[in-house]
């Protein structure tokens, strides 16, 4: 189990960490905690073990620059993470000390006198645990998203996720509009996980770069949707700053891959498509081609149909597709495509003629329609970024 640094900088204690140095070692892995003093004058530098983050108040060199270099040079020798110095002693370390640690990616930190190293080493180690167990859940859960694994498995899995939940059940996949990292995701979820008046059948777990969101019962319920808006305002998360997917109810937790396939399908078609939540319902066509777009065959086949029309556009700097996008998306309708694009509904008909002619002939209109509006869904939803 293991933790960034630049993640456990959002820790209690750890967050008033003031850096020193450079970022360059931010992405350090820290695997353990550790304090440094009485090795320095004892030459026992070699405890320290590769990942391991290092807490000091240098107090045996507090009159010994020299001393506090060579300790510096072994740590990053021993190959441990980080360094943070209660400020004591030293309120900074000369240039040439954070010149050296910059050079070898080794991150330096000053923190107050008022925080305690007890304090620091339980919320330091309390976030490698929990971070490990983020990783375990996602690990189960990518198992359950696209592993081929059958009913029995995946209700043996859920149970693991949560030995609470009931048989019926609904997945809301929430990810964020600006999506940075997943430390947002993670402080909900433990925010959540530390209320002690909840529901225990219901569980919020991290999945990939979002939240997914696991609502269980023991019948068909009526009141999902209030469930789902009290438990965010228990969180303090505001659903205005994510995209939502959200899939069928389900009756038997060997279906939970299922609901969240719906949940996370649900979630990119809402993305594609500008909107702040889609149920998996009402996805149409996104039903059968999100969970297909790596395939060959649906590549190919968008990209023979639309080639020559994205061709023409880069050659003559025209707006064929974008006027046939919008063609489809206002249902065929050529008035409202003029409006949206600020052209005489002739420029439409003619842009749509010009299409036709350098694709080919198709046996019908409604051949056309059918076809092109399917390769433009397919290259919408594979030039999307979603993760």
Known sequence: MSIKVHEALKLEYLEEFQCITDNSGLNN????????????????????????????????????????????????KQRVSGLAIKSVYYHTLPQEILEYANINHFPIFIFEPSIFMENIIRTLQSGI?????????ETKLETLFSGVVNPYTVEQIALELNTHFKEFHQVIYCTENRFISNENNIKFIEKYMRIQKKDNTHSLLRFRTGILVVLSYDDCPNSIDLDFNYLCTQIGLNLLDYTIGISSLHTSLTQLNQSIKESFYACQAASIEHLPKMNYADLGLYQILIPHLNDSWVVDFSKRLLAPILNYDQRYQTQLYETLRLYFKNGNHTQLTAESLFQHKNTILYRIRKAKELIGLFESDQSFNEQMSVAIKIHESIHHTFT
Do not use: P, Y
């Open 29 to 76: 892995i820290i695997t353990t905690v550790g304090i440094l003093d009485h090795e320095q004058i004892e030459h026992q530098m070699h405890i320290f073990e590769e990942g391991e983050f290092v807490l000091a108040t240098l107090s045996v060199a507090r009159n010994d620059i020299a001393l506090v270099f060579e300790s510096i040079r072994n740590l990053i």
């Open 129 to 137: 645990k929990s971070r490990g167990l983020h990783d375990i859940i």
